[in-house]
């Protein structure tokens, strides 16, 4: 897997929004299209997203969701789209939620970023940017759209910028601090800063020593020694 692949692999992580219930319906007064999202959602949590998309189809075209359920329809719809790797549709659908004044900010700001997230797959560099940026100012301590714009900061020769959103990821708790950091490293690297990657590695690698890129890119800049050096030191048997 080439560095690039490395990293769009790495920034996937769409985020799943609420189920399609309707506070107060039981299932004997559930309107049809609302029993359609429902099982919808139920197929897109359950990884059957050709499934979901036709479910949610059927929802949306029958004009007849409530806008609040609606928006939650094109979301999830768009969801499963990435899932198969449909990136216009799905930016189509979170366009078209994102123009429902429906949600609320946190939960724009998941569209947002989600749909930063196809047109970073579709190297739309400066509208992948913008909408990590829109996601932001909505929740600024969005670890993983400080991650994901770094890393399209740092791919389009942004560097300084880059390397503030790595350390904003970081401060703000990524999921996975490992890729930051070695998004840290490879900035660093362009920068012709080898001991200051080399040391991002090394903190990459102590947080997770089986990420195998960051072993493999510290064994280049320093040789094994330099990741002997890196690697955690193992209880004597």
Request: net charge negative; charged share 20%.
């Amino acid at each position: 897997m080439n560095l690039r692949s490395i990293l769009m692999a790495s920034v996937g992580a769409a985020l799943l929004v609420a189920g399609a219930a309707v506070a107060g319906t039981t299932g004997a007064d559930k309107t049809p299209e609302i029993v359609l999202a429902e099982a919808a959602y139920q197929a897109l949590t359950a990884g059957r997203s050709a499934e979901a998309i036709v479910g949610y189809t059927q929802a949306i075209e029958s004009r007849k969701l409530p806008v609040e359920l609606l928006a939650n329809a094109l979301l999830n719809r768009a969801l499963a789209h990435q899932n198969l790797g449909n990136h216009q549709q799905a930016i189509d659908d979170y366009a078209a939620a994102l123009r429902m004044d429906a949600m609320t900010p946190r939960l724009r700001a998941i569209a947002l970023y989600n749909r930063g997230l196809s047109n970073q797959k579709l190297d739309q560099a400066a509208q992948a940017i913008e909408d990590f940026t829109s996601a932001l100012f909505l929740e600024p301590e969005f670890a993983e759209a400080y991650y994901s714009r770094a890393n399209m900061l740092r791919h389009t020769g942004q560097f300084l910028f880059a390397l503030g959103d790595y350390e904003k990821a970081l401060r703000y708790s990524h999921p996975d601090p490992h890729l930051p950091l070695y998004g840290q490293a490879l900035t660093y690297e362009a920068l012709h800063k080898p001991v200051l990657a080399q040391k991002a590695l090394a903190r990459a690698i102590k947080v997770s020593p089986d990420f195998a890129p960051a072993r493999e890119k510290l064994v280049a800049l320093g040789g094994e020694t330099a990741l002997a050096g890196a690697l955690p030191e193992t209880e004597p048997a």
